[in-house]
């Protein structure tokens, strides 16, 4: 085996990452909460990346530069595009 492939109702780690910013909004559709939730249980990483929204958004309502920095670079790279996307979807307030 030279590949890890996901089974069909698993999720990748940049699935989570980019579905992350719709499950702290609540706006994850039941099954996909769980399935997040479940992978969630399992993964440092994901677990370290949601925590960091989580407190980020909570105290600023934003990602900042700082907090990025702090995550590893695949990490971050993968944030960031999430994140300015959706920030895209979002008119300032
Ligand atoms: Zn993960």
């Known amino acids: ?14 699935q989570v990452v980019m579905l992350i910013t719709d499950y702290l909004d609540d706006a994850l559709p039941t099954t996909e909460r769980a399935l997040l939730d ?11 990346v949601l925590e960091q929204f989580r407190t980020t958004v909570a105290v600023t309502g934003t990602l900042a ?13 993968e944030l960031l595009g999430v994140f300015r996307r959706w920030s895209a979807d979002r008119p300032p307030a």
């Open 1 to 14: 085996m030279t590949q890890d492939v996901p089974e069909d109702d698993d999720l990748t780690c940049t």
């Open 38 to 48: 479940e992978h969630l249980a399992d993964c440092d990483g994901c677990s370290a």
């Open 65 to 77: 530069q700082d907090d990025v920095d702090r995550l590893d670079d695949t990490t971050r790279e």
